[in-house]
């Protein structure tokens, strides 16, 4: 393609055209501009429809926002298959390939809807490949029960999903979202035979309630490392495991972290998605500001961190279970954002104590290949690292059958080290 007028006038038709665009885009009225190289064209909507295109228009042509970038970034973005760090505009400017000036707030307002833009761009280039639809399964094994998790004195009302029989798995869903991002592990007949999978909602997520004392709507209840460690091994105690392996994503990367330096004993092994030391970024009032609407903000951003080649109920599926009360994701992301900024965390982890894997996502500009892999340097040669190619932030929720021969190769070796253990004892 060659990102000049003529495409861009092709563009506009197509997102005109587009049902996905006029639905989730009917409530913007406003302009924003799009900078390449020399070229620079303004777009000017009105209920989810461009109605003019200006090219060129000087400084005071009206614009909320600007987003900058060289003609050859633009090319990239709108490639049926993009590659990594270019598949998504809040992808770009994470990973510094665009820039951003402006109304910042207008931005988040239509995350989604300039998502849905790109999306349809791309079939002007031709046919994305996009992983079939999970089979729908006849029936579910899956049963949700209540445990009661006490904490620092304070008693939690914690829901989860369980499957399977054998060595237990605790299953720790990323921040602001809920357990159903284990939907496919809980439905795997097979692992299900050698594996208990056990997948919670922290306090205040999906089916938990806040805790019981304190005021969830009047104070913020910031995720912090000693909180939920202690939660964590309280959970397991609750439901009587015997040292389980954890398995965690995006905070829960985090989480697998912080657990293999205060607790390595409780568990048999610690997997990590999409966590590092440090992480930075992300703990801001955007996600509970008034003017925007986080509930269809979200799926904007998740589209910009999972990889662009996942199946289209997938997809569906990820951009709603990010459901949980905006106040929520801001707590978490405190942990995320401020808590677990210290760099020398990792060098007081004695990777000796227990196995610990942790794994990229090609696709995840919020937790980037190079920066696990620096976290796993730091803490010692004995962490497995790995790049998980064609996923994103989301293995386990993306493309279950893509991450799925990653995911047996992990247990069976955390089992082998376990039986080592043993023998050495």
Not at 76 to 89: G, Q, R, S, T, V
Not at 352 to 372: H, N, Q, R
């Amino acid at each position: 393609m060659n990102f000049d007028k003529t495409w861009v006038d092709k563009w506009i038709e197509a997102v005109n055209q587009e049902p996905n665009c006029r639905h989730n885009g009917r409530h913007f009225d406003g302009s924003f501009s799009i900078n390449a190289d020399a070229a620079r064209f303004t777009f000017h909507v009105r209920a989810g429809k461009i109605e003019r295109l200006v090219e060129d228009g000087g400084p005071l042509e009206p614009s909320a926002f600007t987003l900058t970038a060289p003609k050859p970034v633009w090319e990239k973005l709108f490639a049926p298959d993009p590659e990594p760090m270019f598949h998504a505009i809040f992808a770009a400017i994470g990973s510094g390939n665009m820039t951003v000036e402006g109304d910042i707030q207008t931005l988040f307002q239509q995350m989604l809807t300039l998502s849905d833009w790109v999306i349809a761009g791309r079939a002007l280039n031709g046919t994305s490949t996009l992983a079939a639809d999970p089979a729908w399964p006849d029936s579910y094994q899956a049963v949700g029960r209540y445990v009661n998790v006490e904490v620092d004195g304070v008693k939690h009302k914690v829901f989860y999903f369980e499957a399977g029989d054998g060595i237990p798995v605790l299953c720790q869903h990323t921040a602001g979202n809920e357990n159903r991002q284990w939907r496919h592990l809980l439905e795997d007949r097979e692992l299900t035979q050698k594996y208990r999978f056990i997948a919670y909602d922290l306090p205040s997520h999906g089916k938990s309630d806040p805790p019981s004392s304190g005021d969830f709507f009047n104070k913020d209840l910031l995720l912090k490392s000693d909180w939920i460690t202690k939660f964590v091994v309280a959970l397991s105690a609750a439901l009587e495991l015997d040292r389980p392996i954890f398995l965690g994503c995006s905070i829960g990367g985090v989480i697998a972290c912080h657990l293999a330096e205060k607790y390595p004993e409780q568990f048999r092994g610690l997997v990590g998605m999409a966590g590092a030391i440090p992480t930075h970024g992300f703990f801001h009032d955007w996600w509970i500001n008034p003017n925007v609407n986080a509930a269809m903000m979200l799926p904007g951003v998740i589209d910009s961190v999972m990889a662009p080649g996942i199946s289209k109920r997938d997809r569906e599926i990820n951009r709603m279970c990010q459901s949980t009360h905006p106040k929520t994701m801001r707590n978490d992301l405190y942990f995320w954002g401020e808590e677990n900024a210290d760099p020398q965390r990792a060098e007081r982890i004695d990777p000796s104590k227990v196995p610990l894997y942790l794994y990229a996502g090609e696709y995840d500009f919020t937790c980037p290949p190079e920066l696990i892999e620096q976290t796993a340097k730091s803490i010692g040669p004995e962490v497995h690292f790995e790049v998980l190619s064609g996923l994103g932030h989301f293995p386990m929720s993306e493309n279950y059958a893509l991450f799925r021969p990653t995911l047996v190769k992990t247990l069976a070796a955390i089992g082998d080290a376990e039986l080592s253990r043993e023998a050495a004892e």
